[in-house]
């Protein structure tokens, strides 16, 4: 059985750095693309980034040059650096793991960031 836990929301200032992670278990032969998406109160629930397996990245132009994914194809865990946060950042963040066409979700963390 597949299982996706998220780690590492919180509460920071404006202009601070925060770091997520998430570890996907339950595939002996790892997991395709991971990704990670955000979704405010109110709105939809929206791409931030996302990585290959072979490490190819893809970012949301609203968080281009402040946030960083990466992973860990041994340990099937993908990374977020979150920096130079804003308020409109604020949302809570949830981790996607695809394996074999189907798409895992986790529970997702709140990031939160105040003015």
């Known amino acids: 059985q597949v299982h996706v836990v998220e780690s590492g929301g919180g509460l920071v200032q404006a202009g601070g750095s925060l770091r997520l992670s998430c570890a996907a278990s339950?595939?002996?032969?790892?997991?395709?693309?991971m990704a990670w998406y955000r979704q405010a109160p109110g709105k939809q629930r929206d791409l931030v980034a996302s990585i290959t397996r072979g490490g190819r990245t893809k970012y949301a132009d609203s968080v281009k040059g402040r946030f960083t994914i990466s992973r860990d194809n041994a340990k099937s865990t993908v990374d977020l650096q979150m920096n130079s946060l804003k308020p409109e950042d604020t949302a809570v963040y949830y981790c996607l793991a695809e394996l074999a066409g189907s798409e895992y979700w986790g529970q997702g963390t709140q990031v939160t960031v105040s003015s």
């Open positions: 339950g595939s002996i032969f790892g997991f395709g693309a």
